[in-house]
């Protein structure tokens, strides 16, 4: 168990819908991560928030958006669901900026 | 911009064997991170070993452990004594200092442990 908690563990929804996934860090860690893994992408960097500050954007969609809030934990919009965006969603955390990262369980988000 | 090649797609050891899975990396960054992670059939995503990249020392983590040949921008891992339990995807990744500290992963490696 890395510590950092995501729900919903599986999510499957329809096209054209909004979801919200949901991550908790490891107690203490300030920076949250989240990734996409997908079959034909692999796994990607979508943004870093550190301490409720958005601090870096990698390959994410303007349909997605992030944020962290004051308890530090953070949540990963999805709207305007395509069949494209199934995929496993991963949070990371770590204590800081060049700390390791550790990994929650991933939610599945499937759109049917 | 950092890029990570894995070039083995699929590795098969038989239990108590070793195995070297290989990675190679390209960054233009001074000061950097280099990881391996596992990711079994639950598809959770393990920390497996971590190499800073100014450490000449190569990691170890009980039965795994590193070459790191900066200077090649290689980075392998070996697991020593293997078990059952090792089956997995193997995922290297590099990150780095700054503000910045994504992790850019390779594509990984299937590691099958055989009887």
């Known amino acids: 168990d890395s510590g950092v908690t995501q729900t919903p563990k599986h999510l499957i929804t329809a096209t054209g819908q909004r979801v919200t996934l949901r991550c908790s860090p490891r107690s203490g860690d300030l920076s949250v991560y989240w990734y996409q893994q997908s079959l034909d992408q692999g796994l990607q960097f979508l943004i870093q928030y550190y301490n409720g500050e958005e601090r870096a954007k990698g390959n994410i969609l303007e349909r997605f958006s992030a944020q962290q809030f004051p308890d530090l934990h953070s949540e990963l919009n999805l709207s305007s669901l395509e069949l494209g965006d199934s995929a496993l969603y991963f949070c990371?955390?770590?204590?800081?900026?060049?700390?390791?990262?550790?990994f929650g369980p991933g939610t599945r988000l499937t759109v049917l | 911009a950092q890029t990570v090649t894995q070039s083995q797609p699929e590795m098969s050891v038989q239990e108590a064997e070793t195995v070297t899975l290989s990675c190679t990396y390209d960054?233009?960054?001074?000061?950097?991170?280099l990881f391996w992670y596992k990711q079994p059939p639950s598809r959770q995503m393990i920390l497996v070993i971590r190499?800073?990249?100014?450490?000449?020392q190569n990691a170890t983590e009980n039965r795994f452990s590193v070459n790191f040949q900066k200077a090649a921008k290689s980075f392998s891992l070996k697991i020593s004594d293997s078990q059952l339990g090792d089956a997995a995807m193997y995922f290297c990744a590099s990150g780095y200092t700054g503000t910045a500290s994504k992790l850019t992963f390779g594509t990984g490696t299937r590691l099958q442990v055989t009887l």
């Open positions: 990371a955390s770590s204590g800081t900026v060049t700390d390791t990262q550790y």
């Open positions: 960054t233009s960054e001074s000061d950097y991170y």
């Open positions: 190499q800073e990249a100014y450490k000449q």
